[in-house]
Antibody, heavy 121, light 108 residues
Framework: EVQLLESGGGLVQPGGSLRLSCAASGFSFRNYVMNWVRQAPGKGLEWVSGISGSGGSTYYADSVRGRFTISRDTSKNTVFLQMNSLRADDTAVYYCAKSDSSNYYGYFDYWGQGTLVTVSS | EIVLTQSPGTLSLSPGERATLSCRPSHTVSSSYLAWYQQKPGQAPRFLIS???NRATGIPDRFSGSGSGTEFTLTISRLEPEDFAVYYCQQYGSSPLTFGGGTKVEIK
């Protein structure tokens, strides 16, 4: 059974930093692109970032490029999202989502339960 | 960037009725790389359909997807109580990956 378990969310001041983690199990972790997708309160879904199975390729939405960094530790089956220079409009539930393939161009066949990030003073 | 426009914003129907949800991309979605998801309050999205029409494992056959290019449809043939939720389409044929704004299917 595929499981994705996010952690690391919380309250942070504008301009601050936070690191999210997603522990994965139940599939061959290194064979799939892993992603972060967020959902602001009462809003729709927004893809944020993705990383290839090897970690050698990373992808970002324009809204977070230069501020967020995605990485993965294949030995621990974990993907991370380092979020710097946080703004109020980064407030959202952040979901870890597994891609269906090793290709960036994929859909999201499994999702974690999400972790809430609140940026506020 | 491909913008996905979903309509209607809200669909008010009764159990047993048919639901037809639309997703219109601003540009052609290549190879029908379009997926659908269901989300209930307080829950993560659930993957329903890929490739415009291929149901995920375990998804009931009352859910069906169709379309190509710039017009896609999700149909729920007979609404069950557990189907009342928000539905999102997503394209994965072009960078960046994008979602539609969602259609809420509510009980009339």
């Amino acid at each position: 059974e595929v499981q994705l378990l996010e952690s690391g969310g919380g309250l942070v001041q504008p301009g601050g930093s936070l690191r999210l983690s997603c522990a994965a199990s139940g599939f061959s972790f290194r064979n799939y692109v892993m992603n972060w997708v967020r959902q602001a309160p009462g809003k729709g879904l927004e893809w944020v970032s993705g990383i290839s199975g090897s970690g050698g390729s990373t992808y970002y939405a324009d809204s977070v490029r230069g501020r967020f960094t995605i990485s993965r530790d294949t030995s621990k089956n974990t993907v991370f999202l380092q979020m710097n220079s946080l703004r109020a409009d980064d407030t959202a539930v952040y979901y870890c989502a597994k891609s269906d393939s090793s290709n960036y161009y994929g859909y999201f066949d499994y999702w974690g339960q999400g972790t809430l990030v609140t940026v506020s003073s | 960037e491909i913008v996905l426009t979903q309509s209607p914003g809200t669909l008010s129907l009764s159990p047993g009725e048919r639901a037809t949800l639309s997703c219109r991309p601003s540009h052609t979605v290549s190879s029908s790389y379009l997926a659908w998801y269901q989300q209930k309050p307080g829950q993560a999205p659930r993957f329903l359909i890929s490739g415009a029409s291929n149901r995920a494992t375990g998804i009931p056959d009352r859910f069906s997807g169709s379309g190509s290019g710039t017009e896609f449809t999700l149909t729920i043939s007979r609404l069950e109580p557990e189907d009342f939720a928000v539905y999102y389409c997503q394209q994965y044929g072009s960078s960046p990956l994008t979602f539609g704004g969602g259609t809420k299917v509510e009980i009339k």
